[in-house]
């Protein structure tokens, strides 16, 4: 079936520290979904692998270096954005060079899965917090 709607394709990071945490982002007030938390990411531009994507955001977003290579693919959401169908997908890190700074978005946080579960993020994202609480990757 077709809902006639293009489909939008976001690639997003779980940069996971040595403490189990992940990092989140505050997206800004002049943004969709203002004041959301959400992954560090963004869309994929034609031409590129999602994974080379990803590495440009999180210079672009954090500052921070990652090898396309040092992803590893975690989940994924798919789901009606507007006018639009979001295919997220969620890779993991736990190596980058550089200390995140928010140069795009309001805050980063460092949180582990209870922390994340009391902010409000995206719809899309909900399923895929959970995903990482069961994968065990982060603590409780
Ligand atoms: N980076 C990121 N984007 C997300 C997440 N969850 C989610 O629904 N999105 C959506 C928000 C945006 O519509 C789109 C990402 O596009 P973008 O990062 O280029 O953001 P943008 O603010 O320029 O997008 P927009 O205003 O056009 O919606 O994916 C997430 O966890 N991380």
Redesign the pocket.
């Known amino acids: 079936m077709s809902t006639g709607y293009p489909l ?1 394709l ?1 690639v ?1 990071a779980a940069l996971i520290d040595s403490e189990g945490r992940v990092l989140v982002q505050q ?1 800004a007030p002049d ?3 203002p004041g959301l938390w ?6 994929v531009e034609p031409g590129e692998t999602p994974e080379h994507a990803l590495a440009r955001e999180l210079v672009e977003e954090l500052g921070v270096t990652v090898a396309p290579s040092a992803f590893s693919p975690l989940a994924f959401a798919s789901e009606a ?1 507007g006018e639009r169908h ?1 295919l ?1 997908l969620l890779y993991a890190a736990r190596e980058w060079r550089g200390e995140p700074m928010a140069l795009d978005a309001s805050a980063i946080r460092w949180v582990n899965v209870e922390e994340m579960r009391t902010l409000a ?2 719809p ?2 909900v399923p895929l917090v959970e995903a990482l609480a069961a994968l065990s990757l982060v603590p409780a």
């Open positions: 939008l976001v997003a997206r943004r969709s979904m959400e992954f560090p990411g963004g869309k954005l979001l997220l993020m995206p899309a994202d």
